[in-house]
């Protein structure tokens, strides 16, 4: 008598995507808590660099800003570490993404700062 548990083995968890994110600049997840700390994966940045941060799987790994011309929209990273191959395609999906909500093709200039 009683109730019986038993569980299904479940197949191993597909490895998560990759993800990045270009944070604007008065985002309350770099300015409105004052005891929230950005998981960064470099050094700390000198004072005003990451007011725009561009976080890669949860870690602050740069700042971006953006120029608009009439044609296109540059978006320039500066990093504080190197990417891997998976980190470049989400950062490089981000900077799509970025471009087809201002309706204007979007290009990439990353360049790392340690």
């Not at 296109?72 to 500066?78: A, G, P, Q, R």
């Amino acid at each position: 008598e009683g109730t019986s548990w038993l569980s299904i083995p479940r197949a191993a968890p597909e490895e998560t995507a990759t993800r990045a994110f270009l944070i604007p600049m008065y985002d309350e997840l770099a300015v409105a808590y004052k005891d929230l700390r950005m998981i960064r994966s470099g050094p700390p940045p000198e004072k005003g660099r990451m007011s725009r941060p561009v976080v890669i799987d949860g870690k602050c790994v740069g700042s971006w800003r953006r120029t608009l011309a009439s044609r296109e929209t540059v978006v320039e990273v500066t990093l504080s570490t190197e990417l891997d191959d998976r980190q470049t395609e989400a950062l490089k999906a981000v900077i799509a993404r970025f471009g087809s909500f201002l309706g204007l093709p979007a290009a990439l200039e990353a360049h790392v700062v340690v």
